[in-house]
């Protein structure tokens, strides 16, 4: 989006153009930013990529993780109306260059290539790693430790996620499938007994499905080889909307910090306090690979 700028005036004219400039030549300047665009009009677009439980559609309407947080924090801006642009998970970024849509709400994680092509806003959702057992958790497994120390247990992973690559790092034999539902159902058909995947998408699925036979772990930041696997997922900006990003992260430090109105919003979703950013991870350490980072519960969240 374009900016304005205070201009000098002509030599007859530099006094009153000074004086101008001085009383609200901050206002011009902000006129054609996005973020005052987005008040001014009432509604801002944002893309999404269709992936529960981050954005999603559901009998037509946006809904999700991030949406619900995106919601909170524009009308906080006095931007009362969200919509959203459906694409590709790979053309997000793409898109958000080409002004198809002014942020991207979609859990997306940060990873320094990405920081490269566009602004990350601070962390909103820490990725942690859980187990989906049998209910009753007949093994007591609690992390993948405990399913490396039992060689009898059977790992399924799902293809493209970072559990996969936990489990050849811990020398766990792990077979894969193609979904969170495949993994259910290994577990709950006896095919397998644990099912390794991101904390937030078992435990949606866990709420999903009310009446399945299974339960899911506490969530926890898988170690290899002693160092934590540490990743995030943030809102994404265009490099130019500075303000529209200091804006938004200023809203989001408030929910964050309050640790009961950040679950208010997030645990519908399967979204614990585990998963709540505690400060000691920032998007300028993820950004410049100062952290061992996990490529989200997804490949796609990835």
């Known amino acids: 989006m374009a900016r304005w700028s205070g201009r000098h005036g002509t030599a007859a004219g530099a006094v009153a153009g000074l004086l101008l400039l001085s009383a609200c030549g901050g206002a011009q300047e902000e006129q054609g930013s996005t973020l005052s665009q987005a008040r001014e009009e009432g509604s801002i677009t944002v893309g999404f990529a269709g992936e529960a439980p981050y954005s999603f559609e559901e009998d037509g309407e946006l809904t999700g993780a991030a949406v619900d947080l995106h919601r909170a924090i524009f009308q906080e801006l006095g ?14 970024i793409p898109g958000l260059s ?25 962390p909103e959702f820490m990725y942690t790693t859980a187990l989906l057992v049998p209910e009753g958790n007949p093994r007591g497994l609690q992390t993948l430790d405990d399913v490396a120390a039992d060689p009898q247990v059977r790992l ?3 293809t493209g996620a970072i559990e996969g690559d936990y489990a050849d790092a811990l020398g766990i034999e792990n077979t894969e499938v193609g979904g969170p539902q495949d993994g259910m159902d290994a577990v709950v058909n006896g095919r397998a007994d644990v099912f390794a995947l991101g904390g937030i998408a078992l435990n949606w699925m866990e709420q999903q499905n009310p009446d399945a036979p299974i339960e899911v772990t506490e969530s926890y930041v898988q170690e290899i080889d002693g160092v934590p696997q540490v990743g995030a997922g943030a809102t994404v900006f265009r490099t130019e909307d500075q303000e529209l990003r200091d804006a938004y992260n200023e ?6 910090g309050d640790e009961q109105r950040y679950l208010e919003l997030m ?27 996990e490529a989200g519960p997804t490949a796609s969240a990835g």
Do not use: H, K, W
């Not at 109306?81 to 590709?88: D, P």
């Not at 645990?267 to 980072?293: F, H, K, M, W």
């Open 79 to 92: 931007i009362q109306e969200l919509e959203g642009v459906n694409t590709e998970f790979g053309s997000l």
């Open 98 to 122: 080409a002004d198809r849509f002014d942020a991207v709400s979609a859990g997306m994680s940060i990873l320094p290539e990405r920081c490269e092509q566009a602004a990350f806003g601070d």
């Open 156 to 158: 399924v992973t799902m």
């Open 251 to 256: 809203q989001l430090a408030r929910i964050v």
């Open 267 to 293: 645990s519908p979703y399967g979204i614990t306090a585990q998963e709540r950013p505690d400060g000691s991870v920032t998007t300028e350490q993820l950004c410049a690979g100062e952290l061992e980072q």
